[in-house]
């Protein structure tokens, strides 16, 4: 059984504007590492969750989304239907918020962290 403290994050530092290597190849990583998620979110029954971040009036909001796993088909079928669900959560995420795609800016609490209420 796979810990539920287990956190996958993908991140990419480079601008999708511009194309190149690095950036074909943070594209085939990103898609391999999205369809390994979902097999090993299928094959363990870890919950899959997407993440989106959003700014706000008082800063920024993290929107949680829990993907739904399939019940049937085969495997290669399941991890099709995921990773579309997947993509179909950011593409919502983008469509709501389309000035905040790119959030990459540091959002990580540390000694200069000040709640905001």
């Not at 539920?4 to 190149?20: A, E, F, H, Q």
């Not at 399939?70 to 000035?99: C, L, W, Y």
């Amino acid at each position: 059984m796979l810990p539920r403290s287990l956190k996958i994050g993908i991140v990419c530092p480079y601008s999708w504007d511009t194309p190149g290597g690095v950036q074909n190849h943070i594209r085939d990583l990103a898609e391999y590492l999205i369809a390994a998620g979902a097999l090993l979110a299928l094959r363990t029954d870890a919950p899959l969750i997407t993440a989106f971040v959003s700014y706000t009036e008082t800063g920024i909001h993290i929107y949680f989304n829990e993907v739904p796993i399939p019940a049937s088909g085969s495997d290669e079928a399941k991890v099709s239907q995921i990773v579309q669900s997947m993509a179909q959560q950011f593409e919502d995420g983008i469509s709501a918020h389309p000035q905040d795609w790119h959030m990459l800016q540091r959002i990580w609490t540390d000694g200069d962290f000040v709640e905001r209420i």
